[in-house]
């Protein structure tokens, strides 16, 4: 595995990471990866970088362990890349960089778990409209990972959503962070109309960065029909780029709704989620 040169401190985690990743580029292509782009025209189209920029990236991913490659066809050779789980590893660290620069370059700083309707997060999200979603798996309260989309359905209702308060107390202070508050009543809006949306062939996921247990114990309580998805390994977050504010320690999700088709391509967004009742009705008549 290639060995940092970017710095004098050879037990400096930081430094040595930085030697990797720390020249931008590499982290866009890591940030790509994530969103599903594999092969080499993709990734320079959607990066606007050079062939010979983004050759040499690709090989030092490679030798870093962070990206490994598959060929997809021959005469001539062509490859598809993939994160290893060491790349993977690096999704939380990329949410990261988004939520802060989120909150501290595109906006005014404030915690906030929304945003408007003319601000970037919201132009980003929108801009998901016809775009594909990637296969991703999390695990769910069935106890399987599962599909964030359901192909065998008309379409798929994801909702995003911060976190429920039961069983685990919500951090102090979450009923001042504008959005946050509200989860519980968007899963019983969704849950007393399952069966609406089940005989339209519409699958109804919601997804939150709270464990699997945790989302286990608020369905059986509340008597939850719908799966719940834990992203709490920020895998979705970074392949859609989802928005996010940290709270009592973690990402939170900001509230969104997606309707996808059966072919994983995104229909409809709806954010920001500001009335809870009417953006449920929404996605019950636009899917």
């Not at 490994?68 to 598809?80: I, L, V, W």
């Not at 969704?190 to 089940?198: H, K, S, T, W």
Request: charged share 25%; aromatic share 8%.
């Amino acid at each position: 595995m290639r060995r940092s040169t970017f710095s004098p401190e050879p037990d400096c985690a930081i430094a040595q990471s930085l030697g990797v990743i720390g020249d931008g580029w590499e982290l866009l292509v890591v940030r790509d990866l994530a969103r599903g782009l594999e092969r080499f025209d993709q990734l320079a189209e959607s990066l606007h970088i050079s062939r010979k920029v983004l050759t040499e990236r690709l090989n030092g991913l490679l030798e870093s362990g962070i990206v490994s490659r598959s060929a997809y066809q021959e005469r001539p050779t062509r490859y598809a890349y993939q994160l290893t789980e060491r790349g993977r590893a690096l999704l939380p660290v990329l949410v990261a960089l988004q939520d802060w620069g989120d909150r501290w370059l595109l906006g005014d700083g404030s915690l906030s778990g929304t945003n408007s309707k003319d601000e970037p997060p919201a132009h980003r999200l929108h801009e998901l409209v016809g775009q594909r979603v990637p296969y991703v798996a999390l695990p769910s309260i069935a106890g399987t990972a599962v599909d964030v989309v359901d192909t065998d359905a008309r379409a798929t209702v994801l909702f995003g959503y911060p976190a429920t308060g039961r069983p685990t107390p919500l951090p102090d202070g979450w009923d001042e962070i504008a959005g946050a508050s509200g989860c519980t009543l968007e899963n019983r809006l969704f849950a007393g109309r399952y069966d609406e949306f089940a005989a339209r062939g519409i699958a109804v996921r919601g997804v939150s960065t709270q464990r699997t247990d945790e989302q286990q114990a608020f369905a059986r309580a509340e008597e939850i029909p719908h799966l719940l998805l834990s992203d709490l390994d920020l895998e979705l977050v970074a392949a859609l780029r989802l928005p996010t504010f940290r709270a009592g320690g973690y990402e939170r999700l900001k509230r969104v709704i997606l309707v996808i088709g059966a072919d994983r391509v995104v229909q409809a967004v709806r954010y920001p989620v500001v009335d809870i009742a009417d953006a449920v009705e929404w996605a019950f008549t636009t899917a």
